[in-house]
């Protein structure tokens, strides 16, 4: 069973460009999320998405945002890049949630984006 | 506020030795915990987990963990480590409600021959 994977592996653009980050869950999974994990503020969640839709945000600005697709498939956009957006980010994927039970988060190797 | 602490940011024992590695939580409910391993320009790997019941989870590589409500921790333990157990290691608490994971900073573990 392939795992999560995410595209590209890197990733470099200089201050002001906009990047757009890839991930495939794995495969009957239909949560998404994604973290950041910058040099010396260790890992952060960034986005949840669930059926298509936004589930929860962190504090993150505005300029990160993304989407889910029917394929449960997702993109992570990054606008008006600044140099602290160096990082590199992960997405995991997990089955779908219920009331009464938790579902661990599997993630893939991430894309390293780095401003030049 | 929910938190992750991993008092210690490197550690490094002897190829064979044991292993203990600690996280501490702060959470207002029962919490769910897991363990990840990250080895260089990776990602991270699950090792184990705690939703509820048995307070001594078994995980993958010969790893396991304690919950121990009263000490809010959730320590990492390997009675032999091997030379390919030398990664960074990573404790979260899953948020129930958003079920977004807060992890602690991490701990490097070295292994020496």
């Known amino acids: 069973e392939a795992g999560v994977t995410q595209s590209p592996t890197h990733l470099i653009k200089t201050r002001g460009q906009q990047a757009t980050l890839r991930c495939s869950p794995i495969s009957g999974h239909t949560s998404v999320y994604w973290y950041q994990q910058a040099l010396g503020l260790g890992l952060q969640f960034l986005l949840w998405?669930?059926?298509?839709?936004?589930?929860n945000r962190g504090n993150f600005p505005p300029r990160f945002s993304g989407r889910q697709f029917p394929n449960y498939s997702s993109e992570l956009n990054v606008n008006a890049l600044e140099l602290e957006d160096s990082a590199l980010y992960l997405c995991?994927?997990?089955?779908?949630?219920?009331?009464?039970?938790?579902?661990?988060?599997?993630f893939g190797d991430g894309t390293r984006l780095s401003i030049l | 506020a929910q938190s992750v602490t991993q008092p210690d940011i490197h550690i490094t024992v002897s190829e064979g030795a044991s292993l203990e590695l600690r996280c501490n939580y702060s959470y207002g409910a029962t919490p769910y915990l897991f363990w990840y391993v990250q080895s260089p320009g990776q990602g991270l790997q699950l090792l184990l987990k705690y939703f509820s019941g048995d307070t001594l989870v078994q995980g993958i590589k010969g790893f396991e963990a304690e919950f121990k409500r009263s000490q809010s921790s959730f320590n990492l333990r390997k009675p032999s480590v091997h030379w390919s157990d030398a990664a960074e290691y990573f404790c979260?608490?899953?948020?129930?409600?958003?079920?977004?994971?807060?992890f602690g900073t991490g701990t490097l573990l070295a292994v020496q021959p």
């Open positions: 998405y669930d059926e298509g839709e936004e589930r």
């Open positions: 995991a994927s997990s089955l779908e949630l219920s009331r009464d039970s938790h579902q661990p988060q599997h």
């Open positions: 979260a608490v899953g948020e129930r409600a958003t079920n977004k994971l807060i």
